[in-house]
Every structure is written in C-alpha cells, then in structure tokens.
C-alpha cells in the first residue's frame, strides 16, 4: 500500500519503517528540516534499538523515503497517518492543535480519496474535529464532493521495545464507522498478526480513542499503586520486592508494572493520564482513581528526593552521582523523566549533580543546561561525589563493580531508585543503602 507518515518522531519513524518492512511503499514527512536532512544522511535522529538498521534496509531497498514537503506524502499515497505530538496543554487536556494543523495541511493539498489514519494519542471526538478541519479546507478549494474517510488507530509500541511491539502487536485497534476501511487496515496489519494470532479490534472511533487512555491510565495507576505502598513498607519496615512477588505471582494480577520506583515518567502516561482527567471532569464525571494516581506519582517523586536530600546534614555540601536521566532505559527520551524531577529537587536544596545517562545526555542537557556536570562514564560521575543515585534502571548498572564505586566515591551511601540491588550484598560491601520500600 501506498503510506504517509505526517510526524516523523518517535512513533512515526517506527510505524513508517516497520510498514515499509512488509513492503509498503512509504513516505516519512516531518516539518524539521534538521530531522528530514539527518534522515536523509542515512542518520536516525532518535535512539531506538534496531531502528537504525530497520530504516537503513527500507530505504536501500526504496520502500522507504523522507520528506518535508506534507503535500508530496499526501498525493501518493492512499493511507495518510497522523503521528504528530500531542502533548499537554495548561489546562492539562491534550493540545490538539499540532494534529488539527496537519488535517488542514491534508485538506489543502489532497485531490483524490484518502484514508486519513489517527495515530497520535487524541481525546474521544478528535476524528470528527479532523473530519471538519478537511472539510473545511475542502470546501474552500470547491472541492465538496472529495470523499475521504478518517480512522483512529492508537499505537501502543515501548520506547525502548518499540519495533518489536509494531512487528508483533497484542492487539490492533481500528476504529471506523465504514465497512471499506476496516477491510483496508485489517489487510495492512493481518502479516503483523497472522503469527501470533493476536487481534485486530475493529470498534467505533470514540471506543478506539479512548481505549488509549483507559490502557495508560491503568498502567500509571497500577505504578502509583505499588509506589504508595512502598512507602508504607518504609515505614512499616516491609520490603516492597516480596510484597509485589506475593501479589503479583496472582495471574489476576500479575507482576508487571508492579516495581516501585522514583515515579512514572515519559512522553506518554503523565499527558495522557492528564488529559482523561480533563476529559472526564468536562463531562463533570470525576475520575477519582486516576485523581488518584497522578497525585501519588507527585508525591512519589519528591519522596525519593527527600531521602537522598534528608539525609544529609548540609546537602549544599553534597554532591550527588545520578545514573540514569532517560524516563526508562533503552531510549534517548527525558520527556517527564523522574530523574529531572529528581535533579531539580536536588538542586533546589544546593546540592551539585554529576550525571551520567548511556543515551540521554544530550536531550537532558536541553533541559537542564550546564546546571549540573556530565560525564562520559558512569565511573566519572561517582569519583569525589558524597552518594549515588540510581534513576533509570539501564541493564548497565545493574551489576557495577562495587568496590570501585566505594573507592570513587567520598560518602560510601547509594540511593536505589530502581530497587536494582540486594540491601544485604550492598551493606556487605560498607555502604550504606536506600532504596524504595526496603523497609
Ligand atoms: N512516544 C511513544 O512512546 C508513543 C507511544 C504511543 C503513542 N504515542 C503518541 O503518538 C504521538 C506522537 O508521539 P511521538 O513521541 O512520536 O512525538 P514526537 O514529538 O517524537 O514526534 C512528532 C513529530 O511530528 C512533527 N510534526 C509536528 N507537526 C508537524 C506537521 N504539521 N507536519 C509535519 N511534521 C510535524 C514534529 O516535528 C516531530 O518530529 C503522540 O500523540 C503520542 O502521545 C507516543
């Protein structure tokens, strides 16, 4: 089939190489020239394992191009998918403008019947607002007559495991009011899951555009959850890795999404649950788990500052290694990531931070600026600090080399954000240990 990908970011990239692996024809626009003219270059301007090598193959073997001009991606091909952000507007509810802007750009320049696909995460009734945004822009070119029809289709790839759940999806999910484009996006994503078997939902669009946030909702809720009671096992003396064990070995519960850490973070559940909460007190339904769980990531963040700032007598003394600055590990994205919620309380309170991150240095540096020092090595940032703290739990640091983080180190004390470690083993070696909910 003949695709477009207006947005070619985390989630565009991914969908747009993934599609041209099983032989679509496919056009990547984006309306950053610097990303366009990387990607150009044979360079990625994202990290995400495997994409590279996925884009480079798709693009040898020309299924696969870039493009800042929208309206070339539109005029050849039948299947124009929106993946542009969606991100958090002051109110809290999803900003919808960047999605509404590229329905007008498609309105603008199509001629000819097109299936305009909503991959962006968007709150129920944004179809019908994309509908009208190319109407408009259709009526006003005399071009009323001009059928297309507009699906959602929410994508629920990881950062980090994003082109192994694009290739083998649990499910997909097509919302449509209309026969003929179900049948055309089941024939896009059937050699996704003839395999596993897995399932193409066809629903109606405002189903399929809120099943997004019910999933994400769900999961941060579950996250804070097992957050809130790691405090309790703080102070109740518990440790919260049994706890979650003898929970989560409940197959009706499960032990995914049940670690205790500094909070959730990333480029989707903190905007996402956001934007439920705002949806649902428009329709002046409150949703108070989700209320809920958002208040408790708040607060989960600040706790797992206050332990490493508590705990020393004059914390603009200290300075503090931090491993980790990516929301989770194998990505390059700070978007919300605890870490600079972590860093900033740290700051606030004097202290100097000497950060190391496999993969995020540099987009937290957009952020952070030169607050804060950092290094090359996970090594550099511990030598002369008064105490480590783990954030992202990269696989790198799950098992370092303890004595040469004591001898680097000038205060012997690590705070495991993660729970990466054994407390016993740790406190073996002469440190002195914090993690999450380890009583
Ligand atoms: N990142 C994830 O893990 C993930 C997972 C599932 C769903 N989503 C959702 O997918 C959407 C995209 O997320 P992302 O992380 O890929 O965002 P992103 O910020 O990485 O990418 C968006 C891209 O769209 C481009 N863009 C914006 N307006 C444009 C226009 N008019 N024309 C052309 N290009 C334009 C931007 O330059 C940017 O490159 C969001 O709604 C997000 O919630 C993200």
Same mark, same amino acid.
């Given at each position: 089939?003949?695709?477009?990908?207006?947005?070619?970011?985390?989630?565009?990239?991914?969908?747009?190489?993934?599609? *041209? &692996?099983?032989?679509? =024809?496919? +056009?990547?626009?984006d309306? !950053? /020239?610097?990303?366009?003219?990387? @990607? %150009?270059?044979g360079?990625?301007?994202?990290?995400?394992?495997?994409?590279?090598?996925?884009?480079?193959?798709?693009?040898?073997?020309?299924?696969?191009?870039?493009?800042?001009?929208?309206?070339?991606?539109?005029?050849?091909?039948?299947?124009?998918?929106?993946?542009?952000?969606?991100?958090?507007?002051?109110?809290?509810?999803?900003?919808?403008?960047?999605?509404?802007?590229?329905?007008?750009?498609?309105?603008?320049?199509?001629?000819?019947?097109?299936?305009?696909?909503?991959?962006?995460?968007?709150?129920?009734?944004? *179809? &019908?607002?994309?509908? =009208?945004? +190319?109407?408009?822009?259709? !009526? /006003?070119?005399?071009?009323?007559? @001009? %059928?297309?029809?507009?699906?959602?289709?929410?994508?629920?790839?990881?950062?980090?495991?994003?082109?192994?759940?694009?290739?083998?999806?649990?499910?997909?999910?097509?919302?449509?009011d209309?026969?003929?484009?179900?049948?055309?996006?089941?024939?896009?994503?059937?050699?996704?899951?003839?395999?596993?078997n897995?399932?193409?939902?066809?629903?109606?669009?405002?189903?399929?555009?809120?099943?997004?946030?019910a999933?994400?909702?769900?999961?941060?809720?579950?996250?804070?959850?097992?957050?809130?009671?790691?405090?309790?096992?703080?102070?109740?003396?518990? =440790?919260?890795?049994?706890?979650?064990?003898?929970?989560?070995?409940?197959?009706?519960?499960?032990?995914?999404?049940?670690?205790?850490?500094p909070g959730?973070?990333?480029?989707?559940?903190?905007?996402?649950?956001?934007?439920?909460?705002?949806?649902?007190?428009?329709?002046?339904?409150?949703?108070?788990?989700?209320?809920?769980?958002?208040?408790?990531?708040?607060?989960?963040?600040?706790?797992?500052?206050?332990?490493?700032?508590?705990?020393?007598?004059?914390?603009?003394?200290?300075?503090?290694?931090?491993?980790?600055?990516?929301?989770?590990?194998?990505?390059?994205?700070?978007?919300?990531?605890p870490?600079?919620?972590?860093?900033?309380?740290?700051?606030?309170?004097?202290?100097?931070?000497?950060?190391?991150?496999?993969?995020?240095?540099?987009?937290?540096?957009?952020?952070?600026?030169?607050?804060?020092?950092?290094?090359?090595d996970?090594?550099d940032?511990?030598?002369?600090?008064?105490?480590?703290?783990?954030?992202?739990?990269?696989?790198?640091?799950?098992?370092?080399?303890?004595?040469?983080?004591?001898?680097?180190?000038?205060?012997?004390v690590?705070?495991?954000?993660?729970?990466?470690?054994?407390?016993?083993e740790?406190?073996?070696?002469?440190?002195?240990?914090f993690?999450?909910?380890?009583?």
């Amino acid at each position: 089939m003949k695709i477009c990908m207006i947005g070619s970011g985390y989630v565009g990239l991914v969908t747009g190489a993934c599609l *041209a &692996e099983m032989g679509n =024809d496919v +056009i990547c626009v984006d309306e !950053d /020239a610097a990303k366009i003219a990387l @990607l %150009e270059q044979g360079e990625v301007p994202i990290y995400e394992p495997g994409l590279r090598e996925l884009i480079a193959r798709n693009r040898d073997e020309k299924r696969l191009r870039f493009t800042l001009d929208l309206a070339d991606g539109v005029k050849n091909s039948l299947l124009c998918f929106i993946c542009v952000g969606t991100p958090q507007d002051k109110d809290g509810s999803a900003d919808l403008s960047y999605v509404l802007r590229v329905a007008g750009q498609i309105g603008e320049c199509m001629d000819d019947y097109k299936i305009i696909v909503d991959k962006s995460t968007v709150p129920v009734g944004t *179809a &019908e607002k994309v509908r =009208d945004a +190319i109407r408009g822009r259709l !009526d /006003a070119r005399g071009l009323s007559g @001009l %059928e297309f029809d507009v699906v959602s289709n929410p994508e629920f790839l990881k950062e980090g495991n994003a082109i192994q759940d694009f290739m083998r999806p649990e499910r997909v999910i097509v919302g449509t009011d209309n026969v003929r484009t179900a049948t055309i996006l089941k024939e896009l994503y059937n050699p996704f899951v003839r395999t596993s078997n897995n399932p193409i939902l066809v629903m109606d669009i405002r189903s399929a555009e809120l099943s997004k946030y019910a999933s994400n909702a769900f999961l941060a809720t579950k996250v804070s959850f097992i957050n809130e009671l790691a405090i309790l096992c703080d102070k109740l003396g518990a =440790d919260i890795s049994h706890v979650r064990e003898g929970m989560g070995t409940d197959e009706r519960i499960g032990p995914r999404f049940l670690l205790a850490g500094p909070g959730f973070g990333g480029s989707c559940f903190p905007k996402d649950v956001q934007a439920l909460i705002a949806t649902s007190r428009a329709c002046d339904h409150t949703l108070e788990i989700c209320e809920a769980a958002w208040k408790a990531n708040q607060r989960q963040m600040r706790y797992f500052a206050q332990k490493i700032i508590g705990f020393y007598e004059d914390p603009r003394k200290a300075t503090i290694a931090v491993w980790g600055l990516t929301f989770k590990p194998k990505t390059d994205d700070v978007r919300e990531s605890p870490a600079l919620y972590v860093i900033e309380d740290l700051l606030s309170h004097g202290m100097q931070v000497r950060a190391f991150d496999p993969k995020g240095i540099e987009n937290a540096r957009k952020v952070l600026g030169d607050r804060i020092t950092y290094t090359q090595d996970a090594y550099d940032a511990v030598a002369g600090a008064d105490g480590l703290a783990i954030i992202t739990e990269w696989n790198m640091f799950k098992s370092p080399d303890m004595d040469r983080i004591k001898a680097l180190l000038k205060t012997p004390v690590i705070f495991d954000g993660r729970n990466l470690f054994n407390p016993e083993e740790v406190r073996d070696h002469g440190f002195t240990y914090f993690g999450i909910g380890r009583g």
